[in-house]
């Protein structure tokens, strides 16, 4: 059974590009999360969904990101323009229920130049 | 109100020891408190859970300790190995009210051989 997927496993882009990371929830799960992970601020949350719609999104550090679920099995999280602050590992998890136990893909390592 | 502390942020210990590592938390609304393993380029799995109707759970080597009155709650692993290497999560949330978790700073625990 497939768990949580996110694509790409690593980006290297420049300072001022947009960026996209995407995610598969696992099937039947209900909520969405989108991490973000670096040493000096540990596990953030960025934003959740709940059936697709956005529950929480006060994590997300500015108007430059953007997250969207368009539908149960994908979401989406821009960063436009992206800095190089933005360099961390992005992680998306799902889960039946936002209390519940969440399933962790394998991240996205981006790395803004 | 929401914070989860969780203490040390790094440990060292040789094979055999037992690390303990511990996190306290403010809402007493919470009722649902998990841990959290992730290895070095993975994303965070869960590796045991507490309710407070208990003061202590044991999954194998691994064993959380749960103190309601003072509102902490630790991570104690038997006879550690160099395959418990990793940074283990403390959370909480309010399961009842579907409240999703808030995950504390990590700890970053190797086992020397």
């Known amino acids: 059974d497939a768990g949580v997927i996110q694509s790409p496993r690593h980006e290297v882009t420049e300072m001022g590009q947009e960026v996209t990371l995407r995610c598969k929830p696992i099937?039947?799960?209900?909520?969405l999360f989108w991490y973000r992970q670096t040493m000096m601020r540990g596990l953030e949350l960025l934003i959740y969904?709940?059936?697709?719609?956005?529950?929480?999104d006060s994590g997300m550090p500015e108007d430059r990101f953007s997250a969207k679920m368009p539908n149960a099995s994908f979401s989406t999280l821009k960063i436009q323009p992206s800095e190089p602050r933005d360099s961390a590992v992005y992680f998306c998890?799902?889960?039946?229920?936002?209390?519940?136990?969440?399933?962790f893909g394998e991240g996205s390592r981006l790395t803004v130049l | 109100q929401q914070q989860v502390k969780q203490s040390p942020q790094s440990l060292i210990v040789q094979k055999g020891g037992i690390p303990i590592i511990n996190c306290a938390y403010e809402?007493?609304?919470?009722?649902?408190f998990p841990w959290y393993q992730q290895f070095p380029g993975k994303g965070p799995a869960l590796l045991i859970a507490?309710?407070?109707?208990?003061s202590e759970k044991k999954e194998g080597r691994f064993t959380i300790s749960f103190n309601k009155s003072a509102k902490q709650f630790s991570l104690h692993i038997m006879d550690s190995q160099p395959g418990d290497s990793a940074t283990y999560f403390c959370?909480?949330?309010?399961?009842?009210?579907?409240?999703?978790?808030?995950f504390g700073e990590g700890t970053q625990l190797t086992v020397n051989p």
């Open positions: 959370a909480a949330s309010k399961e009842t009210s579907g409240s999703r978790l808030t």
């Open positions: 507490i309710r407070p109707d208990v």
């Open positions: 809402n007493t609304a919470f009722d649902y």
């Open positions: 998890a799902s889960a039946w229920r936002p209390a519940g136990e969440l399933f």
């Open positions: 099937s039947g799960h209900n909520s």
């Open positions: 969904f709940n059936n697709n719609v956005p529950i929480d």
